[in-house]
């Protein structure tokens, strides 16, 4: 099979390069799949360039955590979903810029064979990740006012969309005029360009001086540190992510700002195990189960096929494009998700 891989850490457009390789076989708990489509994160861009140490990979290796595709082999615990059309982080969260990947079935979930290809590859990370956080994590209420940072991305621009569905307010910043539109159609009610604006005076202002209730920061840095500032009493601070740079991940938070500022400091970390409370006793980790996510997942495609949200392919491109599409992201020159369309 194709697949993209990477010989040495460094800048995507110069370290991929498409080999020849033997395809995956599936263990036990894991399916096949033939890729139709692979979804771009910006977690395989730290992995490429080797500062992700939540899932770290020595050179050669496959990235890409997303794809889509139909199974066509399992192995024990899997063969119920041979034939499925199907969204799945592959095993390990990598592996998936290639023509087949392997996944654990507690991360597979099946998708419609009548969506179109881009569509379908745009719904599982942002969609469930921003679910998690706004639904689960921050009990999300209508009466609630909502602050989405850097909301053309993949799953801020979900994020976006479940928030107004809920029925609350929806404060977005986004850089530059485009981005600022696009936010609005999604549903936000003020748009903030961070590149020119004080967004904590914007936000102070929009809300008469209290703050939001919720915060959906996969920004990190600085812009976590500045968004301590506008909390609400009682706010939720959701840290989801790390877009403006994985090394705030090693950065301790200063405590000080969180006490007296009187909210909470809420963890995100989307993944499904299929037994949570094995997982915990073997890690001291709390994650969700695939039953939950199945759940999720049903409730998701409903609301799509409703119209209530919709997932956003903000570029598709072809297989043997794939680096620059990667390189367009991480320069932060697209919008939505972009996907890569294996013909």
Known sequence: MRAWRVHEFGVPTDVLRVDEVDPPEPGPGEVQIAVEAITINFNDIDGIRGRYQTVRVEPPYIPGMEVLGRVRAAGDGGGALIGTRVCAIPSGAFGGYAEVAVAPVAMTFPMPDDMDT?????????????????YERAHLSADDTVLV??????ARSAAAQLARARGARVIATAGGPHKLRFATELGADIAIDY??????????????????????????????IETFRCMAFGGRHLLVGFASGIEAEDEGIVPRPVLFGNFSLVGVCHAYTEDSLEFKRATGLNFPSHADGARLHEDLLRMIAAGTIRPIA????????????????????????NVVIVD
């Open 118 to 134: 881009a569509t379908a590859a745009s719904v599982y990370m942002p969609f469930h990740v921003a679910s998690l956080a706004l």
């Open 149 to 154: 940072h850097a909301a053309a991305g993949g």
């Open 195 to 224: 590149r020119s604006d004080d967004f904590v005076a914007r936000v102070l202002d929009a809300t008469g001086g209290r703050g939001v209730d919720v915060a959906f920061d996969s920004v990190g840095g600085a812009t976590t």
């Open 314 to 337: 903000g570029s598709t491109s072809s297989f043997s494009a794939l680096p620059e599409i990667v390189g367009a992201m991480e320069s932060r020159a697209t919008m939505g998700r």
